[in-house]
T-cell receptor
Framework: DARVTQTPRDKVTEMGQEVTMRCQPI?????VFWYRQTMMQGLELLAY????????DSGMPKDRFSAEMPDATLATLKIQPSEPRDSAVYFC????????????FGSGTRLTVV | QKEVEQDPGPLSVPEGAIVSLNCTYS??????FMWYRQYSRKGPELLMY????GNKEDGRFTAQVDKSSKYISLFIRDSQPSDSATYLC???????????FGKGTSLLVTP
């Protein structure tokens, strides 16, 4: 089965450090999302891309977060500097018109900032 | 107030029971409705996908959408312990747009 691959699986870092999370979307999917999941807020949209172009990043704290798609096989989410309140599970998801945009999620990156 | 509301549970039922999970929403522009299942430490997995109002059935799962009441439901027949997971509703106004999620309902099916 095709899958969305996220790395790292788990990340523990100290406050102030830079964190980079990576996502390999399913081949052929042209829409890629970054979501953040916490117990309090549930799944929140951070940013998404269509054909590598950013469509919406209004959910992302601009001063510390950045999202990019350097090519069609890689999406990155960076946090610099990280803060304890950034501790959450970060999910990448991808989809396309071929799947009627039924999005497939990766297994997530569990981030802990201490 | 969030656009999508979902009772977090937990909901505990005996094996074989019929389970009803529900979401309400406030944005009348939503047209595409989905249910995702999420196991512990896993990503959400798409279960059901419906467009506009009506019912859709897939095996033991039935999704219902009532746009006039802004209310969607997922029914699970003959529930199994393997159905124990968190169920998330999601919706969007246009295909290809970002999904708005409920917070999820935790379901436990006991043998």
């Amino acid at each position: 089965d095709a899958r969305v691959t996220q790395t790292p699986r788990d990340k523990v870092t100290e406050m102030g450090q830079e964190v980079t999370m990576r996502c390999q979307p399913i081949l052929g999917h042209n829409t890629v999302f970054w979501y953040r999941q916490t117990m309090m807020q549930g799944l929140e949209l951070l940013a998404y891309f269509r054909n590598r172009a950013p469509l919406d990043d209004s959910g992302m704290p601009k001063d510390r977060f950045s999202a990019e798609m350097p090519d069609a096989t890689l999406a990155t989410l960076k946090i610099q500097p990280s803060e304890p309140r950034d501790s959450a599970v970060y999910f990448c998801a991808s989809g396309s018109a071929r799947t009627n945009y039924g999005y497939t999620f990766g297994s997530g990156t569990r981030l802990t900032v201490v | 107030q969030k656009e999508v509301e979902q009772d977090p549970g937990p909901l505990s039922v005996p094996e074989g029971a019929i389970v009803s999970l529900n979401c309400t929403y406030s944005n009348s522009a939503f047209q595409y409705f989905m249910w995702y299942r999420q196991y512990s430490r896993k990503g959400p997995e798409l279960l059901m996908y419906t467009y506009s109002s009506g019912n859709k059935e897939d095996g033991r799962f039935t999704a219902q959408v009532d746009k006039s009441s802004k209310y969607i439901s997922l029914f699970i027949r003959d529930s199994q312990p393997s159905d124990s997971a968190t169920y998330l509703c999601a919706m969007t106004q246009n295909s290809g747009y970002a999904l708005n999620f409920g917070k999820g309902t935790s379901l436990l099916v006991t043998p």
